[in-house]
């Protein structure tokens, strides 16, 4: 039951009646799982195919001034932004770099041996470990205080529907990839079914208890008795509705613009939806970890609203001295950070609720690449730009490491969310600790 | 001695009481008033000894007011006294937890189409010559096959027809599910595989992507016995994605393809989908409700919906939510109304009018399509919002919720009692079709449907379910015996055992004759190779079940399967009692009322040097046992020549086993058996058995008090079942046809007013 609690499941543990819930909701200091400590959210965006370096990364180490084409986008959001270069993937072993890429990411450990075969590659299967998201979410979930309905969420932008090595970056364990929710409609029943199917309970209840007692009437009076005991139990549930109005969520559920097809053409309006959605359901406290994947790993992406009628991953392979593919390149990598930055925007507009600053404020986004750069397929360089205020790192800045293995990065945002782990996936990349400098 | 000292509370009431309140406290022309009330025995004293007998010097004081009140209370005054002279009546029924099940699966699958059960056995097999399952030009080998367990070597199915490296294979059609529970399906290969089951879209398993050693794939779902599921099964050796290595041509190793699909039914062990189970026909996805239900009211033998709880109407909430839910994922298939369909919300109103009419058994009266329907299109504006509201309310309704309510004793009601009492759930299109046309008037009518019924898998269930009862095998018993008595005797083979009990029961029960006796007659059973030679009969090691018939005089039918002796049985002996037991109280319908203390079986240690039933003897010697283990242990010896897991012995401790016993008659008469031959010959004549046997399947099939049907039904459905052979196919008919033609609680009622 651990993973599906809800605060009110919580409070009910607690011993505070259902009676009681009204009033205590409205008190900033029970009304969300943890006050002692502040909340803190972690999320990972991924967008694919690797970026242009010179259009990407800062020239010099230390405060940002001004930013690089592709990450103009976090102009606004400079002073919380931290850019992380010369961090690098390296996991080795089967798979070739586009699998490895996305599949070591989060998991920082091998893939197994299997039957999925890139270029001249080694065939391979799943990771061989679970994605650092879920290791923190396990680690949330097993402490009450810090428990939420859902523990993580998993929300996707034109995943295809096709389950393999490059299409899972997230995983619960050892072959055990999670597929992200890619329709937002998909995911606005899983965060607000429940609330919906109530709202059309309540509604019926009239309707219901009229029939009950037209059928009363037809029957023996030996026979009325169960019929009375059935309209007694429909009168409790009617009472228990009324008085859970809405407390679950502690905010209005989102309306959704209806009709959405995910289709490529539709993508920035599915990635609007899907944003939006992950803010409220941090609003509400369902989950502290979420993760946003834009496509796949070798993701072919065609985003003619920039006049772009080529796939992502197609562009990726023209080299350096095709200045048109690399402004295009440039362009879908701006596009992408657009969508870090709205996420960001929105999150600094939504007070934190039962506490002081925003949801920004105590949430983390890390958007990151499978590849350092897409030509080159290489693992070295892998973007991590990270921006929010949820863990005590020193934003406005950028750093450059002398090549570290990004399981120390993943160790770092462990430790950072207060899971003191001393390795995660592949130990041979952890002796070293977690990335210094950070905060 | 002074009578007046001696008399007990009847006689005393009888004498001062009675003149003025009845001989049953029903009161009389003075006095009008029953006697009945909530006063406990000592106020009742009370109020005696202080004013009873009215208008009499002589007063019913002391000891003798005390005695009245008790007898009093005891036979017609308190509730509990009222409620057992209550004649026996037909009461007003919600659904079962099975019939509730049945009847949404049923629902739903009237909008699909029913599903196709023929002959044929095994599942369509697709063979491609290369990894490309889609391409009908790549196809080389198309067949029937019985099961899917296949070593391919290195080659393939077949030699030269396929590339070593990249083959494919698809299997389809569908598959059986014997019984209710949580199904576990299991893939074993070295490559990719992908399996559907009763979901077209989403795969059960998918290991599409081989990654890592695991050559086991598992997934569990629950399904509903005596259903038909849809399956597909992908296999492909080949590497996915692109090769674009340069040593591409080269050759490369040989590897090894093999590919087996089994499944584990509920609390069973992992086996071979068996070839009686599956069928290369395709047939429709069935939806199956997993919402948990509190279990029902089986106090009186037989589960019925007489009484509901907070925790059963909030299964019936969160189960109609699940239903919903689930249509408005299908809408489109289930309605037949496409998104874009102009008339869109007329044709989903229409839906829904279709939907509470199935739902209800019979036509909506103007009043119900515009509460359940009309008014639920009113009040909101988004169709889908509508259609959801309106089924909520349908799953809620009484209408569905409880049988025949309101007493109409229409060819409605008829068609409703007719499907309950075979399937356990809704009417079927022909029945409400012969509803419609009045034709479920007459008793030819109603037995001419209850004979097509008769035969659908969904009765077979039901028949099925009725037994693992009436054998007292449900739940499923845990059947742990002693490893060094009984090597071999593990998980897998009571697996087995009971599956070659169910066997047995089918092809008795399912065969032209379906003889009853034959229950007890047979001297055949099912076994397998493992089952064989730990029965000592001689089969293949890896034989599939077939009938054997041990030495002759040994074996006789459900008496002495292995299945059944290993479950009346301890982990290392025999149990007498238990088997004496199940004999008094299932077959023979004998009341028996628990020990009044528990009792710890004597351990055989203690008495090494005795015998099972010498054991027992002396346990059960003093007389307040006596009372019913008079009846139990001598029933229970006749079966002392199977072991602890039914094996055949004659001897125990080195002593000839004694095999005599005895059973005292309802009419007085004495019958002695020696072996279970001779109690098998009695049992299979008795007219006691007949009557047990006749009452627990109308309590099972209609779970409603059989007495309500009149004080000679019993007897008649006896005579019914001995004129017709003991043939229980037709007596299923018989009950079912009965069952609709007695008056209605309601309209009994409504004359008494």
Known sequence: MTTNQTRREFLRDLGISAAALPFILNLPSLGFANQRQRKQRLVFLFSPNGVIPSAFWPEEEGPLTTLKESLKPLEPFKERTLILHGVCDKVRGDGDNHMRGIGCLLTGIELFPGNIQGGSHTPAGWASGLSIDQEIKNHLQANPATRTRFGSLEFGVLVPDRADTWTRMIYAGPNKPIAPIDDPYQMFNKLYGRMKDQEHLKSILDDLQEDLRKVRSVVSTEDRRLLEEHAAFVREMEQELKASKEQDVGHAVPELEPGIKTENDNMPRISKMQIDLMVNSFAADFARVASLQFTNSVGQARMRWLKINEGHHELSHHPDSDKDAVDKLIRINKWYCEQMAYLAKRLAETPEPGGGGSLLDNTLLVWTNELGKGNSHTLDNIPFVLVGNGLDFKMGRSIKYPKVPHNRLLLSLAHGMGHRIKTFGNPDFCSAGPLPKLS | MLAAEVRSGEQIYRQQCASCHGVKGEGSEEYKRPLTGDRSVAQLARFIARSMPKNSDKKCTGEDAQKVAVYIYETFYSKTAQARNKPPRIELSRLTVRQYRQAVTDLIGTFRGPAHWDQQRGLKGEYYKSRRLWRPDERVLSRVDPVVQFDFGVTGPEPNKFEPDQFSIRWSGSVLAPETGEYEFIVRTEHAARLWLNDTKRPLIDAWVKSGNDTEHRAAIFL???????????????????????????????????????????????????????????????????????????????????????????????????????????????????????????????????????????????????LYVDQQFEKVRAVEAAVKRSLLLVLKSPYFLYREIGGSQDNYDAASRLSFALWDSLPDVELLRAAASGQLATRPQLLRQAERMVSDLRTRAKLHDFFMQWLKVDPVPDLAKDSTQFPGFDRAAASDLRTSLELFLEDVLWSEASDFRQLFLADYLYLNGRLASLYGVGLPAGSTFQKVSPKSGERAGILTHPYLMATFAYTATSSPIHRGVFLARSVLGRALLPPPEAFTPLPPELHPQLTTRERIDLQTKPHACQTCHGMINPLGFTLENFDAIGRFRDKEKDRPIDTTGSYLTRKGAIVKFTGVRDLAAFLAASDEVQEAFVEQLFHYFVKQPIRAYGPDKISALRHFFVDNHCNVRKLMVEIAAESVLQPSPARSVRKGK
Do not use: N
């Open chain 2, 224 to 370: 509903l016995g005596g259903r038909v599921y849809p399956l597909r099964l992908e296999f492909s050796k080949a590497k996915q994605g692109v090769d674009d290595s340069k040593d591409k041509k080269k050759k490369k190793p040989e590897v090894k393809a093999s590919i087996a699909l089994e499944w584990k039914l509920p609390h069973r062990t992992p086996e071979v989908i068996p070839q009686r189970c599956l069928s290369p026909l395709a047939v429709p996805i069935s939806f199956v409700l997993t919402t948990p239900f509190p279990p029902d009211d089986r106090s009186i033998g037989y589960e019925r919906g007489s009484s509901i709880s907070r925790a059963w109407e909030q299964a019936t909430t969160d189960a109609a939510i699940e239903i919903a839910d689930y249509v408005m994922s299908h809408l489109a298939e289930l309605s037949g109304v496409r998104e874009e369909a102009a008339d869109r919300p007329a044709k989903l109103r229409d839906f829904c009018c279709r939907f509470a009419e199935r739902a209800f058994r019979r036509p909506l009266t103007k009043e119900q399509k515009r």
